[in-house]
């Protein structure tokens, strides 16, 4: 069994009083693309940065390339690359001095003139970083993680904030390079990501890993049932939907009804029954087929994008194979 | 690596370049009207202005850089914190020699000035003096967080160190108590040391003091710049930086006690500004006023530039 890549054990890191990070611990073997899936600021970044040797953790150990990032960072940052958040190049820089400028930090390094074809980059050798689109920025930040021929890649959030086109492109970055063994360990909060990209996927909220295997394991755990979510025009008192014929459990989150079943159209025709007898009304109902999201909401009880409102990506999930939606207005 | 860095450079020459050539054209306008004798006065202050320079655009280029995350991309490199502030320090010595050097030349070609004085001290100065105000940009960037605060203190640094050093009006026009309270400013150093090294051909020699100060000073200001260096805006500033900050003072501080004691650099001052008014008195006594006005009022325009 070879010693993983990357080994991360009991990490802790607070920034003054809050606790970013309270004992993360995985590992990541070669070859392997590795998720960690959660909300904003459940310590993804963090726990990234630390492994990157750009911060120091309060506790805990890790191996990078069976280096420690505090001790090696200069050796280490010759074996990673990486692409991160709020970051970015002097306005004034062009495509191809930027590659030329970075590949020159390196002791190993590919060939500048392969990554731009690569990554679509081409016409684009002499144009200012400043006059990039966010997508070509992007492409280029991972064409400038690849300059050292890496043994690790982080990629922080690849797709934030970028349209649902865009975000396939990138995707199909990421996997070519999955095709290709590289290590990869990325962080979303896009389910549809982790679940198209990643081996394996630890799911961290809070700074804590809730659960952790391959996307097929983890919707396992979860039964492998269908989610049903209604809104409904009156609430209905606690545990009566339990109760309906074909529902495995039930529960409200953010005032919407959340079943699951093993059974769907049993249970939406129970459902449908009940409020008809109850005199309630269905506003809407959405059905889906097993995600990581519903890992996230039986694990936590909230929802994977808590507090975000995200219509674009929802709008883009009816056309992703995870979700089905159909929408019925009384 | 040191010349990969200097690539930068294509960001620092719209900051270095558009100045020069303002300060070029104001240059010219300033001095058609001096006789040679009056431009190799102004001459070293002029170039210690440029010089000075440096640390405007060296603090405002690392703050920026800071604050739009492209330190951070470098920092996942294998970058160290001395590289980066070394490069710095490079780039920003090769933009400023020739635009300091083509200053010389136009005073010698198109102004007539009689003699440039020891090329070595000339030299040795302008160098010390670029890194080392550059090394002070790089403090100012390390211990303000947003460019309005780098602005407000690099506002605070510039004033006093043009006014009150010679740079703007000659040392020896300005009342004995800001004499004495000039003779604490690193920039009276480079201001006197060039104007002597011009009017007298000073030789490294005698100058030592500048030079040693000014280097001294160097070393310090930049060994606290790589202690006080920050990858990311959100990265506090250490406890002891204060106190990091105050050291800088030390060898000035030193160095003004001394001088303010013999009175050296005041006389020199002094000889210097009599020996260009007192051969021509009568045409000159408003030369003496022309230059030292435009001067003045041309300051402001350069701090909107940067």
């Not at chain 1, 679509?120 to 492409?139: A, C, F, M, V």
């Not at chain 1, 339990?242 to 939406?268: F, K, M, S």
Request: hydrophobic letters at 45%; a neutral charge.
């Amino acid at each position: 069994m070879p010693e993983p890549i990357l080994q991360v054990d009991n990490l802790v890191k607070h920034y003054g009083d809050v606790q970013a990070v309270r004992g993360v611990s995985f590992s990541v073997d070669e070859g392997e693309v590795f998720g960690l899936l959660g909300p904003n600021g459940a310590g993804k970044t963090t726990t990234v940065e630390i492994l990157e040797g750009l911060r120091s953790p309060d506790s805990g150990s890790v191996r990078v390339c069976g280096l420690d990032p505090q001790v090696s960072s200069r050796e280490l940052k010759h074996e990673i690359g990486a692409s991160l958040q709020a970051t970015a190049l002097p306005d004034k820089l062009r495509v191809m001095e930027a590659l030329r400028l970075f590949a020159g930090f390196y002791k190993r390094r590919r060939d500048p003139e392969e990554l731009l074809k690569r990554f679509g980059l081409e016409e684009k050798r002499n144009t200012y970083y400043g006059q990039l689109s966010g997508g070509q920025k992007q492409r280029l930040a991972l064409a400038m993680a690849l300059l050292n021929d890496p043994r690790v890649l982080f990629f922080d959030e690849p797709t934030a904030g970028l349209d649902p086109q865009v975000r396939r492109e990138i995707y199909d970055v990421i996997e070519e390079l999955r095709r290709e063994k590289k290590t990869i360990l990325m962080t979303t909060h896009y389910i549809e990501e982790a679940e198209r990209l990643c081996d394996r996927v630890a799911i961290v909220d809070h700074g804590r890993v809730i659960a952790l295997g391959s996307p097929r394991e983890l919707k396992q755990r979860s039964g492998g049932k269908t989610r049903i979510e209604v809104k409904l025009a009156r609430p209905v008192t606690n545990g009566t939907l339990q109760g309906l014929e074909g529902v495995a459990d039930a529960r409200e989150v953010d005032g919407t009804y959340v079943l699951h079943t093993q059974r769907p159209p049993q249970a939406i025709v129970s459902l449908v029954k009940h409020l008809e007898a109850d005199g309630n009304e269905l506003v809407s109902l959405e059905i889906f087929t097993p995600s990581l999201e519903d890992v996230f909401i039986e694990m936590t009880g909230r929802r994977l994008r808590d507090g975000e409102t995200l219509p674009a990506s929802r709008a883009c999930e009816s056309s992703s194979p995870f979700a089905t939606r159909c929408s019925f207005s009384s | 690596m040191r010349v990969q860095l200097a690539f930068r450079n294509k960001m620092f020459f719209f900051f270095v370049i558009a100045f020069p050539f303002a300060m070029f054209f104001l240059y010219a306008a300033v001095f058609a009207k001096g006789v040679p004798q009056t431009v190799g006065f102004y001459l070293g202050p002029v170039i210690a202005f440029n010089v000075m320079g440096s640390f405007w655009g060296l603090s405002a280029t690392l703050v920026m850089f800071r604050e739009q995350g492209v330190l951070r991309r470098f920092h996942v490199a294998p970058v160290t914190s001395s590289d980066m502030l070394a490069s710095s320090i490079v780039a920003n010595y090769i933009l400023t020699l020739p635009i300091v050097f083509l200053q010389l030349l136009f005073a010698r070609v198109i102004f007539h000035v009689p003699s440039l004085g020891n090329p070595i001290s000339l030299f040795i100065l302008i160098s010390v003096g670029i890194v080392s105000f550059g090394s002070l940009g790089l403090v100012v960037a390390s211990v303000t967080n947003t460019m309005q605060e780098t602005q407000v203190l690099n506002q605070l640094l510039w004033l006093p160190l043009i006014f009150l050093s010679g740079a703007t009006f000659p040392l020896a026009y300005l009342p004995r108590l800001v004499q004495r309270f000039g003779l604490f400013l690193p920039a009276t150093y480079l201001v006197n040391g060039l104007q002597q090294t011009i009017l007298n051909s000073a030789t490294p020699w005698s100058r030592y003091a500048e030079i040693l100060s000014l280097a001294c000073w160097a070393g310090l200001t930049f060994f606290l710049a790589a202690q006080l260096f920050r990858w990311e805006p959100e990265a506090g500033i250490p406890r002891r930086a204060k106190l990091l900050v105050a050291a800088t003072a030390i060898p000035f501080l030193i160095l003004g006690v001394v001088e303010n004691k013999s009175d050296r650099i005041l006389l020199e001052a002094r000889s210097a500004f009599i020996s260009f008014t007192s051969p021509a008195s009568a045409p000159k006594s408003s030369g003496v006023e022309a230059p030292g006005k435009p001067l003045a009022t041309h300051n402001p325009s350069k701090n909107d530039e940067k």
